[in-house]
């Protein structure tokens, strides 16, 4: 997506439960191999208590409060996530707008499964500029991997999953009407998708009349196994490789700049998926793009589902990791297949 003009993201922000369980404890309970742990990086996940809705009340109201924002300016409030939020039929969106006491604001739910956090960043910025009088754009991620329904450790092949909430605002700069002063620029956003790789996630399973009606938990390693047996590997690596290639192009060339290894990057930040998978299905390729330092935020957090984006803009902002000119690229995935990418820079 080509931005008019560049936009501000203020307050972002994460927020992370107080529990937490050790890949040393998962191993131990026998919840996950050794192996598999040391090949997922992580030093271990956070365990949520709270309802997801709840947690991304929690985030949001750090993020307008860190922002300066009343929750009576946003507009627009949109929440994203890719697991159960506690209710079968019913608008967490809603409920998060309710809970930060945005009245005026339209809720609206984003299902992109894991890349919901980074479409729903380009779906803000898009109201923001067809929409002048909106005023600021609220977004938040939460999710929470919990027993019975979800095996965060070993439900899936590359991933362990983290219970968390993030929460950004998103604004005009400076020079437009309603603009206000910015932790971060937003200066690009692109999305690319190959929605033939969908059946990773369906795999050989008939539809369904309800939730887990195949089985007591979410296994996503069942649908990678069909989608793998049908030779769907060779498939899914060729068009991951092409995908992000091309996101990650786009993205610089919505902002000027091109993918020739000599980009003013600092950073390139990497989705919070296991180490191992990083290293084989990212690292060589942004590296090879960018030139520039790839950070892997995830040990401690894990996967975050719709909130790794967000997540390391989080992360940029209360690290003060880039100075006014330096630029960060945030990468985002999510199955179906979409990958994301948001270009940024310090203030």
Request: proline share 6%; glycine share 12%.
């Amino acid at each position: 997506m080509l931005l008019p003009r560049p936009l501000g993201i203020s307050g972002p922000s994460l927020w992370l439960p107080s529990g937490r369980q050790s890949a040393a404890e998962a191993v131990e309970r026998e919840l996950v191999d050794a192996e598999t742990a040391a090949e997922l990086g992580y030093t271990g996940l956070p365990v949520a208590e709270q309802a997801p809705p709840e947690m991304a009340v929690a985030a949001g109201r750090e993020a307008l409060s860190a922002a300066g924002v009343d929750a009576d300016a946003v507009g627009l409030l949109l929440h994203a996530w890719i697991h159960y939020q506690g209710h079968d039929l019913w608008s967490p969106a809603h409920f998060v707008a309710d809970g930060l006491g945005a009245d005026t604001a339209v809720p609206v739910g984003v299902q992109q499964v894991c890349n919901g956090g980074a479409a729903a960043v380009e779906l803000a910025a898009a109201r923001l500029f067809v929409e002048p009088g909106l005023g600021h754009a609220l977004i938040t991620t939460a999710d929470a991997f919990v027993e019975p329904g979800f095996d965060r450790w070993s439900g899936d092949y590359g991933i362990g999953y983290g219970d968390g909430a993030t929460a950004l605002v998103l604004h005009h700069l400076p020079g437009s009407e309603g603009g206000r002063p910015a932790d971060l620029i937003l200066h690009s956003v692109a999305m690319v998708a190959a929605s033939r790789l969908e059946r990773m996630h369906r795999g050989d399973d008939p539809f369904g009349p309800a939730a887990r009606s195949l089985g007591p938990k979410v296994d996503i390693r069942r649908t990678k196994k069909a989608f793998l047996r049908a030779g769907g590997m060779e498939a899914f690596t060729e068009a991951s490789a092409a995908s992000l290639r091309s996101a990650v192009e786009a993205c610089l060339a919505g902002a000027g700049l091109s993918a020739t290894g000599d980009v003013p990057l600092r950073y390139v930040v990497a989705p919070r998926l296991g180490r191992k998978t990083i290293d084989l299905a990212y690292a060589p390729l942004l590296t090879e793009l960018t030139g520039a330092e790839l950070l892997w935020p995830g040990a401690d957090t894990g996967h975050l589902g719709a909130g790794d984006a967000a997540a390391s803009l989080a992360e940029l902002r209360t690290r003060r990791m880039l100075g006014p000119g330096e630029y960060a690229l945030v990468v985002s995935a999510g199955a179906g297949f979409t990958w994301s990418c948001l270009l940024v820079s310090g203030a």
